[in-house]
Structures are given as structure tokens and as C-alpha cells.
């Protein structure tokens, strides 16, 4: 049975801890995943070496080699500590993250996340972190609440700390989109194919219940929708999961339940790959849009089961946080305070075609993303805000 969680808001219907089955089902994306005691990985990107100049000397047609002046990047320890390598969305980031050390010559950089959601083992992480990466560390948190006391333990010792995704107290950064505008950006698009004066209702699925930045998407979801067409109502949100199988398993009860709903919206993990199967097997087209791009999601637009997918773009998120705490130790740049938002994206069947081609390695997303980061670090003024008006 599928279950109605509107009355609770999703708080407390499922523990955190439903994360956890999400490792070996989720799409991979070249991020070191453990299930052990966590996994952490160092790399280094070593500066060029110093440019040799042969110049002449006094007028004798002989000539000598010097080095040119221009000194080496200044070497410096960055971390990234994240809740999950076994979800999607913290991949993207932990790529983001990892490209932003690999394109800065001169950085040593660690990254380290317990492979399923651990807060202990996250915290354990982010100390053994902070004993070597003592120019800056970013973290992403799925209970931020919970990294305030060592977030202030490690800010205390003189290192730049910003959050990554969520607000996490006693750090004084955040980068991250606004989730309420992204689920504004999505119910946009489903109006758009509605009749002025529709009746009937919407369906609302969520697979993590209680996760914050699924409940501020879907709040923008409702609310856009409702002030645009007061005749729609909502049925749900109904859980349906994080894996595959039984994501395929609640909507297909829901859609079952809810025959001639005018359309299906969820706000993010393995719902869109549910409702592009479940259209291809039964034949029944629905109208279906929702967060997160996972492959199979991208490809349900492509095929035309997925109207519309919101992206978080959480490989920005990542690299910016990165790059600003290099750009801190390396060159003294000022790591300013506030939300850093990033923005989102809306794919359509308009631009699925390039969004498939980014999404195809790191590479291909370093590529795509290079000069929206640099316009966003060379113009900070436009994309911060106060950290209360996070959402």
C-alpha cells in the first residue's frame, strides 16, 4: 500500500536511514562508493613547472637560461566531506567538488564520505580531514543540525569551512540552489499544458520523507499551481520510495488509484524512471513532471514519457565551494559570507539532447559548466543573499 503523508508533512514518516539501500542501485558516476567505514580519496594537482626563457648575454651571441619570475601556484590542502557516496545527487556534487581541485594546480585534495548516511562516521571523517586539509573544507549534510558542534570545533582552529547544498549552523557559507523556486521553475512547465479553469487533481509523490529540500520543491510545486488554478487539488504526497523497484511498485498503485488524475509531479530521486516505465508497459500516456536527473529520467523526456525535469545543478554547487575555498588560500581572496545561490535548470525536449551529452562524463561537465562558474565567482554580488532567506 502506498501512504498518504500530507498530514504529517512527511516529518517523521520514515527514518533517514531509508538512504541506506540506495548504494548498489543508483547510478554511478565515477565517485570512489564504500559501504565499509567510509572512503576517502587524496589527489594532488601539481603546479607547472616554472618557464625557462633563453636570453641573450652582453654581445658576445652567447646565450643563458633563466627562469622566469612568475612563481608556482602557492600549494595548499582543500577537503570535501559529503553524507553519501551512494546517492546521485551528493555524487554530482563530490564531482563538482573534484573538478574544481583537478583544474587548480598547486592543490592537495581529500574527499571523504561514509559510504551509506552515517553521521558519526561522517563526523569521524570530517576531524581525520581536518587534520590535513587545513586551508578549507566544504561539507554537504543530510542532517545538518548535526555537524553544527563540529563545524564550530574546526572553524575554532582557523579553517575556512562552507556548507554545501543546505545551511549547516556555525558555518557562515552556503552554496545552493533555492529548492521552493526549482519546484516554482517545474509547476510552471505543467501549466503550460493545462486548460485555463482545470478541475480535478494533482498527484504528489515523495521519496524521501522528511527531507527538507524535498519538502521546499514541493511546496513550490503546490503553491504555483493552486494560485494559478484554484479549481486543482492535490492527492498526497504519497511515499514512493528511493529504489527502482519499489518506486515502480507505489506509483503503479497510485496511478491505479488515481486513473484521470491531470497530472503526476514528485520531487526528486527514482520517481521519473517509474513513470516512463510504467507509461512504455501500459500504453497510458500521463502527464509527468518532476526533479533530478537521473539517466533514465533524461531519457524519459527524450522519449517523451517526462514532460519536465527541474536540476538542482549540483555539480555547481560543488565546484563553486571548491573553488572559492582555493581561490581563499591561494590567492587571499575573501570567502564571503551568506547564500551563495547557484540556480537550477529546467530540461525539456528542447534541450535533453545537450543535457545527455554534459551528464556523459566529468569531463563533459567541466566543459559545459566552465564559464557559468566563472561568471558566477567574478560577479559574487549577484548570486548572494542572507542565509535566513535560504528556501
Known sequence: MFRDLRGSRFRGARPWMAWVVLGALLLGVGVLVSSGCGSSTTTTTQPPAAPTTVVPTGDTGTTAATTASTAAPKEVNIGYNYATSAVNAMQEMALGATSAAEHSPGVNFNQASPGAPDVPKQVALLQTTANTS???????????????????DIGAKGIPLVAVDAPIPNIDLVISNSNYDLGVMVAEAIL??????AKGEIVMGVAVPGLSVLEQRVKGMEETIKKAQPGITFAGPYDTHMT?????AAWSEIVKAH???LAYMWPGSADSAALADIQRQTGKKLLAAGCDLEDKGLQGIKDGYILALGSPEHWMKGFIATQLLINHAQQG???????WNTGSLLVTKDNVDEI???QKDNNSRYDWFKSKVEEQIANPAKYLGPISAFN
Request: aromatic share 4%; charged share 25%.
Open 134 to 152: 587545513k586551508d578549507g573544507i566544504a561539507i554537504q549534510s543530510l542532517q545538518p543540525d548535526l555537524l553544527a558542534r563540529p563545524a564550530q
Open 192 to 197: 503550460k499544458e493545462l486548460l485555463p479553469n
Open 244 to 248: 527502482p523497484t519499489e518506486a515502480y
Open 259 to 261: 486513473p484521470n488524475a
Open 333 to 339: 581572496a575573501e570567502l564571503p559570507k551568506g547564500w
Open 356 to 358: 545527455m551529452v554534459r
